[in-house]
């Protein structure tokens, strides 16, 4: 452990000193983080603002006689839709 531990400590004085291999560590930190932080944010509240989302609906069912009695479901469904 204490080996691993020198060779950590070692790596991190040589990313010191050479700028470029700071920024490139910098950067592969941050951005990852960055995407996370924005995909979050973006996702947080879907619903929020869906209140005034235009939706269509198209019905084309033409029913079905079941017993002598004529089912329409999708009739059913568009009248379900407008009351609600």
């Known amino acids: 452990m204490k080996t691993s531990w020198n060779i950590f400590k070692l790596d ?5 000193k050479n700028w470029v291999a700071a920024l490139l560590i910098g950067g592969l930190t941050f951005l990852p983080s960055l995407y996370a932080w924005l995909n979050i944010y973006a996702t947080w509240d879907s619903y929020a603002y869906t209140n005034q989302l235009p939706v269509a ?3 084309e069912d033409a029913g079905a006689m079941v017993r002598d009695k004529l089912i329409d ?11 609600n």
């Open 57 to 59: 609906v198209v019905n």
């Open 73 to 83: 479901v999708g009739e059913e469904l568009i009248k379900t839709l407008q009351d």
């Open 12 to 16: 991190l004085k040589h990313i010191g």
